[in-house]
Structure formats: C-alpha cells, structure tokens
C-alpha cells in the first residue's frame, strides 16, 4: 500500500506503492499531468492519483495538497453548483502549472534513464552468473 | 508552525474557520460526507487535532457546526451562510473564496479591517 504523507513544509512525500518506491514528489506531476488532461473534481482525481500507483491517497491528503497547489498559483479552481446536489470544487491547471508538469516530466525521464542503465547492468550481472554456472 | 496563518488571535480564528468550513464543503461537494472530526481536519489542513478540535467547538457555539460526540457537521445555518459564501460565486472565476485573499492583503492587518474586507465581498455575492 502507498502513503502519502504531507510533511510539516507542505511537501508530499509518496512513501511505498505495493512495496515499490515511487518518487519523492509523486503526487505532484500526477496532479498535474491530470489537469492538464482536463478540468477535474476531487472525487475524479482521488480516483485517477489511485490508478497512478498512489493507491491510499485519502480525501484528507488530497484536499491539502491541491490547497498548497492553489497557493502556489499552479491549479486554478472554483465552486460550481449542480443540479443535483451540493457545489463542487473545479480544478483546472494554469500557466504556471503547465511549466511545472513540464518540469516534472524532464525530471522522471531522468530519473526513467537512469533506471534503465541500472538494470541493464543488473540484467548483464545475471547473465555472467548464468554463463559462469 | 501555520506560514499561511495570521498573527493575530482573533483573526486566526477567523482564517481557520474559514478553512474548516471550505473543507467540509469541499468534502461533502465530493460526496466524501457530511461530517469531519478533528483527525479530517488535520489531514486537509495540517491543524493538529488539539487545536482543530477547539476550532470545531467555537463553531459549534456560533451556530455553524452541530457536535455529535468526536463528529461535526454542518447546522443549517452553517449550509445557509455556506451555500451564500461558496455557491453563489461560481459565475465570477476571479472571486476570490472566503479568506481566499493573499497573505498580503490589507485585511489580515487587523480584526477590525478583516471584518470590512469579509462584509465588502458578502455584499458582491449578495443577489
């Protein structure tokens, strides 16, 4: 299971998906890359940031994290009444965000290069084994 | 241990009133329920429970929230005044939210100034 904990500076920090670490941060360029995808609602994104490897995100923790995003002038959002019940919160990205999602994605093509050279060694590393056996 | 948070008591009372409640709504807009207790709030606001919880209760003593053991939720004074601070602002996308104002603006100089500042947008959504 993953938790997302937000720390005392109001960074997330995505701690384990199924055992698998994900990187610091995580939340973030989920949210981003969400609504540059389009105008959302918390329900919708706390069902896509779970079908992005961040499988206990909570209520809580999303609300506050999209809080500080609004602050940091990266979202944009509004109360949009309906029909049929209650006012919800529309999201949208701004400017702002879009320059961080790119920002973000240069970072984890990065770090996705990084991770291949590595397991490219790993994969070699099996295949002397099994040569030398 | 707040940044966001004014200084002054009485307006920081007012600053997380003003949260809490954007909180609940938000929570039951999303169809996450109609009450929050003091854990939910620290995890949408970062409030530590202690002073969440005297929070709630200084709400539940102006009318907005009514206490049902560790659980609040909204009175219908608390939807009515909701429902005239949230729902009516949709149609101006620039509006500011209630205490949606920066950290700069001349309202969080004094109780007095923040009061002026919440009556002059009251009366923009006023109908």
């Not at chain 2, 002054?8 to 929570?27: F, H, M, N, P, T």
Request: hydrophobic share 40%; proline share 5%; aromatic share 8%.
């Amino acid at each position: 299971m993953t938790d997302v904990r937000i720390d005392a500076d109001n960074t997330a920090t995505t701690a384990r998906a199924d055992d698998v670490a994900l990187p610091r941060h995580y939340l973030r360029p989920c949210l981003l890359l969400l609504l540059a995808e389009g105008p959302s609602h918390g329900y919708d994104l706390l069902d896509q940031v779970r079908r992005l490897g961040i499988r206990a995100a909570e209520p809580g923790g999303l609300y506050r994290y999209l809080r500080l995003m609004e602050k940091e002038e990266l979202v944009r959002s509004w109360w949009e009444p309906s029909q049929a019940g209650p006012a919800r919160r529309t999201y949208v990205l701004t400017d702002t965000g879009k320059r961080a999602l790119d920002d973000a994605a240069r970072s984890l093509q990065n770090v996705r290069r990084i991770l291949i050279g590595l397991l490219d060694r790993y994969e070699s590393l099996e295949d002397d084994a099994a040569t030398v056996a | 241990m707040y940044p966001l948070s004014p200084k002054s008591e009485r307006l920081r009372e007012l600053y997380w009133r003003s949260e809490i409640l954007r909180a609940v709504y938000w929570l039951r807009g999303e169809g996450y329920g109609d009450v929050v207790d003091a854990d939910l709030v620290e995890q949408c606001l970062g409030l530590d429970a202690a002073s969440g919880r005297q929070h709630l209760d200084r709400m539940v003593d102006d009318g907005l929230l009514v206490r049902d053991g560790a659980w609040y939720a909204l009175s219908s004074r608390g939807l009515q005044e909701g429902e005239e601070e949230f729902a009516t602002a949709f149609s101006d996308l620039l509006k500011p939210a209630v205490a949606e104002c920066g950290p700069e603006c001349w309202c969080r100089m004094s109780p007095d100034e923040a009061e002026a500042c919440a009556g002059s947008r009251a009366r923009q959504v006023a109908p």
